[in-house]
């Protein structure tokens, strides 16, 4: 084959029209051989002779997209430096564009002998391992733009691939599971309806089925164990062509931004699939290893693990943080995503040992003129220790707000001592983001997530029952804020199903109601369950995707209808933050943007936030001022007063002064007792708010009167005004 010198950029497989350049980055490394592999797995090397600043490329005027490659590297193997090349295995690129096959566990991954740690294994990995592909990288994008939705307009839905699409009965049974079932007029209809603006889609890099999984007959369902990062996973494509994955994927992304719905990717760059020291050699092992992973300090044959799973990569390296951004740049410039949510992203920060918000990564991401223009959710917790970072990323991040989930959780199933904590996250939870310059939408408020138990489960499970994860109940969250309502799981006591049902719907306003980014998990809205397992990572299964045929109607609609209230009422969706005060105002002040009121309709006082008992409380929001245009003009809207009562028997609330407003309206009420649209309540009229139930009034206002344009009507008018000159 012949074969040119190329060039060392850009790294990674690169098809121009013509033919295909290749690169990739070691540092270390002796020799480097591409390999290049055909539709019968055999073999053709070709050693890289040229290399310039660590990075080993070549040309190959005859290879187009289809090809599948991977890389042998020789140079010495010494672990206790770091150093772990081996030229009998396969390796993966860094950069490989689409990844053809999975791994096949077996001895041959692993550059050492099995009971023998401190050996070297020579058995030739090829026919193990998964193969890169060139792709092509022309598609017909059709004038696609991204939606570029404000965070303070965004409904967020978690969601799987395969479990939002596998049984939903309109997908077509040859793309269930897949990206054109994520992208089928059925699934974006539903989502349309729900007021979503952004899917964010559980972990779609390329990633590796766990070899004690395997052996169970179960899968790494999640994907959060990576070995692709610029790689859409392949077995969520419709089609087994080579390639053809990105092609979907592409096509996926345009149907959504038709639809007016961004795409977000939970990406996991905190670690990689090949785990500690006794893990498999896949791709950045051999390739590199103390350049892409944090090595122990004293004996570099250990993996500094801040993430659970083994390895952490190194974001010390220059390398090692030039393959994250190109990644990052990769999927918004080529794959027209809009944002990332960021597994452990405090493991990103941990640039010697402390969670650093001004590490590298940072400062990086920061300064790029793309990936500092998409939307950056941060999981702000990794498992190091100081690790919980809630409120202490940089400001043009967001955050998945656990705070908020555990202290909304607490409320409603009646914790004592929580109202105040309740209080300040309905409110933005300006304690977290405001000393840092930041918004109310800094907080990515979430009920339930994928890691936890289902909205359903949450109100009917007090323990966890994983069982059918074969870890003995081990795993999983155990202290998970949950109320079973009075029974176990499963029931047919019809008032316990009621309070469970009520519960979702508490769940869900307050969630949709409070300032920040509300984000949905796919399914709640259906009453999806996992039968209680709060840690389904392993189970591919109808256990873990969603019954369509059995959707909770009534629940999808009560939600349907809150995100409608959300988007028609900036009251709801505030871009700065409340500064009302918990204080006794004097006549003829103007009233604050925010009042936090007593059952009796008096101001809460520092004391009332301190009982240990109280459950109940009344939130006025002034809509005379919610935040400004883009012009600068002021946004108004209508006042709403909301009654949140999480004790078990009924409150009485006293409607606040006519000053607040003269009449209310009921706009909703969790538990079916006042009418939405048709009862109308006075100032200082007592309201009944049933126990565990949300009641939301809006200010009312008479419509204007019908002008009267009956002959009648102009004949009175006549007699009335006489002839007009």
């Known amino acids: 084959m012949e074969v040119w010198v190329g060039t060392p950029y850009p790294l990674g497989a690169t098809y121009d029209g013509s033919g295909t350049n290749f690169a990739v980055f070691s540092e270390a490394a002796e020799a480097v051989y591409l390999c290049l592999f055909d539709s019968s797995v055999s073999e053709q090397r070709i050693r890289l002779e040229a290399v310039d600043a660590y990075v080993w490329h070549c040309y190959l005027p005859q290879v187009l997209p289809g090809q599948m490659y991977g890389y042998r590297m020789d140079g010495p193997y010494r672990p206790e430096d770091g150093l772990r090349f081996n030229p009998s295995k396969l390796l993966l690129d860094p950069y490989a564009k689409a990844i053809q096959g999975t791994v096949r566990w077996g001895q041959a991954l692993f550059s050492y002998n099995f009971g023998a740690a401190e050996t070297c294994n020579a058995e030739d990995s090829a026919a193990h391992v998964p193969k890169s592909v060139v792709i092509s990288p022309f598609f017909d994008w059709q004038s696609d733009h991204p939606p570029r939705v404000p965070y303070s307009d965004s409904v967020i839905y978690e969601a799987h691939v395969k479990g939002l699409t596998m049984l939903h009965p309109d997908v077509p049974a040859r793309h269930r599971g897949t990206y054109a079932g994520v992208a089928h007029p059925g699934v974006i209809e539903h989502l349309k309806k729900l007021g979503v603006t952004a899917i964010e ?172 223009q998409v939307k950056l959710i941060a999981e702000p917790w990794d498992v190091g220790p100081g690790g919980y970072q809630v409120g202490n990323f940089p400001p043009l991040w967001t955050e998945w707000n656990g705070k908020y989930r555990d202290a909304v959780r607490d409320f409603w199933r009646g914790t004592p001592s929580t109202l105040g904590e309740f209080a300040s996250r309905l409110a933005g939870s300006a304690d977290l983001y405001e000393s840092s310059g930041r918004r109310p939408v800094s907080s990515i408020n979430f009920i339930t997530a994928h890691d936890g138990f289902t909205l359903r489960d949450l109100v009917s499970y007090n323990h966890k029952h994983n069982e059918a994860n074969g870890e003995n109940n081990n795993d999983g969250e155990s202290h998970s804020r949950s109320w079973n309502c009075g029974t176990e799981g499963p029931t047919q006591d019809r008032d316990i199903l009621e309070l469970r049902a009520r519960q979702q719907r508490n769940l869900i306003a307050t969630l949709m109601l409070s300032q920040g980014v509300p984000m949905l998990l796919h399914g709640d809205e259906l009453g999806r369950t996992q039968h209680g397992n709060n840690n389904a990572y392993c189970q591919d299964s109808e256990l873990s995707w969603i019954q369509w045929s059995h959707a909770d109607a009534p629940l999808t609609e009560f939600i349907a209808r809150l995100s409608r209230l959300r988007s028609e009422h900036p009251t709801f969706r505030r871009s700065r933050f409340f500064q009302g005060r918990p204080i006794e105002r004097g006549e003829g002040q103007p009233l604050p943007d925010i009042a936090w009121l007593n059952p009796n309709g008096s101001p809460m006082l520092p004391r009332n936030w301190d009982e240990e008992l109280a459950r109940a409380l009344a939130v006025f929001y002034n809509g005379a001022d919610t935040g400004k245009d883009r012009r600068g003009r002021t946004i108004t809207d209508t006042n709403f007063l909301a009654c949140f009562n999480s004790n078990d028997h009924a409150v009485t609330f006293t409607l606040p002064p006519a000053e607040y407003a003269a009449r209310w309206e009921t706009v909703l009420d969790t538990a079916y007792r006042h009418r939405a649209g048709q009862d109308l309540s006075h100032a200082g009229e007592h309201l009944n708010v049933e126990g565990k139930s949300l009641l939301v009034l809006r200010a009312y206002t008479p419509p204007p009167e019908e002008p009267d344009h009956s002959v009648a009507a102009s004949v009175a008018l006549y007699q009335t005004l006489g002839p007009q000159p």
């Open 201 to 372: 889609l559980m972990p779609v890099h390329q990633f590796v089925h766990d070899s004690h999984l395997v052996e169970r007959g179960l899968s790494n369902y999640w994907g959060y164990n990576t070995i692709g990062f610029f790689a859409p996973h392949n077995e969520y494509a419709s089609t087994t062509e080579p390639g053809q994955q990105v092609q979907e994927f592409k096509s996926m992304v345009r149907s959504l931004h038709a639809a007016g719905i961004e795409v977000i990717l939970d990406v996991v760059y905190n670690h990689t699939a090949e785990g500690n020291h006794l893990g498999p050699t896949l791709s950045f092992k051999g390739i590199d290893n103390p350049a892409y992973y944090r090595l122990a300090e004293g004996d570099k044959r250990y993996y500094m693990d801040y993430t659970g799973t083994g390895n952490t990569i190194n974001v010390r390296h220059p390398h090692a943080l030039q393959l994250l951004l190109d990644s990052l740049r990769y999927w918004v410039l080529e794959m027209h995503v809009d944002g990332f949510r960021f597994d452990l992203a405090a493991a990103l920060a941990r640039e010697f040992y402390d969670v650093d918000r001004l590490a590298s990564f940072f400062d990086l991401v920061q300064q790029d003129p793309v990936v500092s």
